[in-house]
C-alpha cells in the first residue's frame, strides 16, 4: 500500500511532475542514489511551471527550470508527502537500481574471475613454466566471451587449467581422446568440441607451451591437439568420392584403385587421408559435385573420371582432401545447385582452388530451367539473398530474374555424359 496521502499521490503523479520524477529517477539511479547536486528541465509548459512551483515553494517564470536534488527532498519531508525523495519516487513507481554499485559489483565479480584463475595457475604444478603468465595476460586481454557469467567463466577456466595440469603437468597422462578429456574435466564428452570456449583456452594454452601459432582452421587445431596425444574423432566424418586412382602400393591406395576398377564410390574418413598418399599424375582433372546423388549416378553408369562430393557444406574432411589432391597439381572443375547457397559455395571452391565452371554458366542455367519447364517439373522457388557467382557476373541477374531454384539432380544426365568421357 501506498505510504503517500490519496490526494497527494494524485496530485504527484499528475503530468505537470511526470518529466521531473523521469530525470530525477535518472540521476539518483547513477550517482548512488543520493540527493545530492541538481538537474535542469527545459521547454517548461506552464502546467509543468505551476505545479513545480508549488513543490519547490518557489514562483518560476522562465522556460527553463533547475531543481537542487536536496531541497527537493527537504520539501518533500516537510510537504504532505512527509517522505524523503528516494521513498516518494519509490512509492510513486517501481523500486530504484543503485546502478553505480551495481556497477562495482559487476567490476569486482569480473576481477574475481582473474584473481581465481591465478590462484588456481600458481597452485598447479605449471606454476614453474614460463607459459602459463603468457597464458593469463593473453585471456585477460581478451575477457570473456559476451553472455558468459563471471560465474561460469570460473568454472570454465579452471576447467582449463585442470586439463592443461593433465596435459602439460610433470606427470603427463599418455594418449588419449578428446571427448575422454572433455568427460573427465566437465562430465561432458562434448565440453571440448571445436569451436566450445574450453576448447580455445586449452588450445591457446598448448600453442604457447610448445612456442607455435594459434591456428585458424579445424586441420591446423587437430595438429595442435595432437601436439599433446590428444586424438580428435576422426571416423565419423567423412568425403565421398569416386574414381580416385592415387599412385603407390599401400593397401590404403590399392583399395581405392580397386573401387575405382569395379565402379564403387568411396568414404574417406579423416584418419584415411593421414595415412593415404594421395599422388595423382600432375593435371589430373577432379571433378566436385555439391550432392551425393551425382556420385551414385556416377558409379551406376560405371563413368570414367574421378569425382568429388562435398555433401553440401564442405566439412573439413572434405577441404582435407582436396588441398591434398591440389598439392599434387590436380586440378579441378565444379558443379552445384544453382540455389543462393549453392553459388556461395561455388564461390569458396572456385576461389581455394581455382576451380572451373562446370555446367554453372548463365546459359546452363537458362536452358536447364527451359528443359524443366518443358518437361513439367515443379517449378521450386529461388528464395533469400541473392549471391553473385565469381566466375560469371551475369549468372545472378539471370537468376533473379527467373525466379527458380534448380538442384544438381535437374541435371544429372549432363553431368554423367561429362564423366563418362574419356577425353
Not at 41 to 47: C, E, G, H, W, Y
Not at 185 to 192: I, Q, R, Y
Not at 252 to 260: F, M, V, W
Not at 348 to 360: E, F, I, L, N, T
Request: aromatic share 4%; charged share 25%; hydrophobic share 45%.
Amino acid at each position: 500500500m501506498s505510504a503517500l496521502p490519496a490526494a497527494t499521490r494524485a496530485w504527484l503523479t499528475g503530468p505537470g511532475l511526470a518529466r521531473l520524477w523521469e530525470s530525477v529517477r535518472k540521476r539518483l539511479e547513477s550517482n548512488g542514489v543520493q540527493a545530492v547536486g541538481s538537474l535542469r528541465l527545459t521547454a517548461v509548459n506552464p502546467r509543468e511551471r505551476n505545479d513545480l512551483s508549488l513543490l519547490l515553494g518557489r514562483p518560476l517564470t522562465g522556460a527553463a527550470v533547475t531543481v537542487r536534488l536536496d531541497v527537493l527532498d527537504a520539501r518533500l519531508r516537510a510537504s504532505a508527502a512527509g517522505l524523503g525523495l528516494r521513498q516518494t519516487l519509490e512509492d510513486i513507481g517501481p523500486p530504484l537500481a543503485d546502478r553505480r554499485a551495481a556497477r562495482a559489483d559487476a567490476a569486482a565479480r569480473r576481477e574475481r574471475v582473474w584473481s581465481s584463475l591465478a590462484s588456481s595457475l600458481d597452485a598447479s604444478p605449471l606454476a614453474d613454466q614460463r607459459w602459463p603468465r603468457q597464458w593469463y595476460d593473453l585471456l585477460r586481454r581478451a575477457g570473456v566471451p559476451r553472455g558468459v557469467t563471471p560465474e561460469a567463466a570460473v568454472r570454465t577456466l579452471q576447467q582449463a587449467v585442470q586439463i592443461l595440469t593433465t596435459l602439460l603437468g610433470p606427470e603427463r597422462a599418455g594418449a588419449r581422446g578428446r571427448g575422454e578429456l572433455a568427460a573427465m574435466a566437465t562430465g561432458s564428452a562434448h565440453g571440448l568440441d571445436d569451436g566450445t570456449w574450453l576448447a580455445r583456452l586449452v588450445q591457446r594454452g598448448v600453442a604457447l607451451a610448445h612456442g607455435t601459432g594459434f591456428p585458424d582452421d579445424a586441420a591446423g587445431r587437430r595438429a595442435l591437439w595432437r601436439l599433446v596425444s590428444v586424438t580428435a574423432d576422426e571416423v565419423s566424418s567423412t568425403v565421398l568420392t569416386y574414381g580416385l586412382r592415387p599412385d603407390g602400393e599401400g593397401w590404403r591406395e590399392r583399395a581405392l584403385r580397386e573401387r575405382a576398377d569395379h565402379h564403387a564410390e568411396a568414404h574417406l574418413t579423416p584418419r584415411d587421408l593421414h595415412s593415404l598418399r594421395l599422388r595423382l599424375p600432375a593435371g589430373t582433372l577432379i571433378h566436385i559435385c555439391e550432392n551425393p546423388r551425382v556420385v551414385e549416378a556416377a558409379a551406376d553408369a560405371a563413368c570414367v573420371r574421378p569425382l568429388v562430393c562435398t555433401s553440401g557444406s564442405a566439412a573439413t574432411v572434405v577441404l582435407t582432401l582436396l588441398d591434398a589432391l591440389a598439392a599434387t597439381g590436380c586440378r579441378f572443375a565444379y558443379h552445384g545447385d544453382f540455389d543462393w547457397p549453392g553459388i556461395a559455395l561455388a564461390n569458396r571452391v572456385v576461389r581455394r582452388y581455382g576451380a572451373r565452371p562446370w555446367r554453372m554458366g548463365t546459359a546452363d542455367y537458362e536452358q536447364l530451367a527451359a528443359r524443366s519447364r518443358a518437361e513439367g517439373i515443379p517449378r521450386l522457388a529461388l528464395d533469400g539473398r541473392p549471391v553473385g557467382a565469381d566466375w560469371d557476373p551475369d549468372l545472378s541477374p539471370a537468376m533473379s530474374a527467373l525466379g527458380v531454384a534448380l538442384h544438381e539432380e535437374a541435371t544429372l544426365d549432363l553431368l554423367v555424359a561429362d564423366l563418362s568421357r574419356r577425353t
